[in-house]
């Protein structure tokens, strides 16, 4: 299960971190964009999706074609990540939306992780059942 290897490492490179996104009451909003853009530096930088693509070729080769698509939405959540990565890095955009936030604009990196996580754990479903022989 080199993808699922692959997938888990690159879930805990991208996650986020709430304390970087949160403003100090009377601070320069300058300041807390360059902690963000700082930290999403950090985890474009931690973040390797190369792994994660070649063991995609594997399962895409000799995988049966549910465990691949599902492998398939993984890598393109992963993608979607780096994105919301280089989004906030570039423009500043937040890392996360607060609750109490009721005008998001910005790509959202929770929302994003957790999408992926979502889909890392379907595929692990979809891969033991064909391996344990079991169709759901």
Sequence with gaps: MVFAKAARLFIAS????DSVAISVA???????LGRRSTRAWELRRQADIKPLQD???????EGPRRVAELAGQVVSYAHSTL??????????FRLYVTDDDES???????????ALVAAVQAFMTAARDHLNGSSR
Excluded at 14 to 17: F, K, L
Excluded at 83 to 92: A, D, P, R, T, W
Excluded at 104 to 114: E, N, T
């Design 83 to 92: 994105i919301v990565i280089g989004s906030v890095q570039v423009m500043g």
């Design 104 to 114: 998001v604009r910005f790509p959202d990196l929770r929302s994003a992780h957790a």
């Design 55 to 61: 063991a995609f070729i594997v399962v895409e080769l």
């Design 26 to 32: 009377g601070e320069d909003p300058s300041q807390l």
């Design 14 to 17: 991208t996650h986020p971190r």
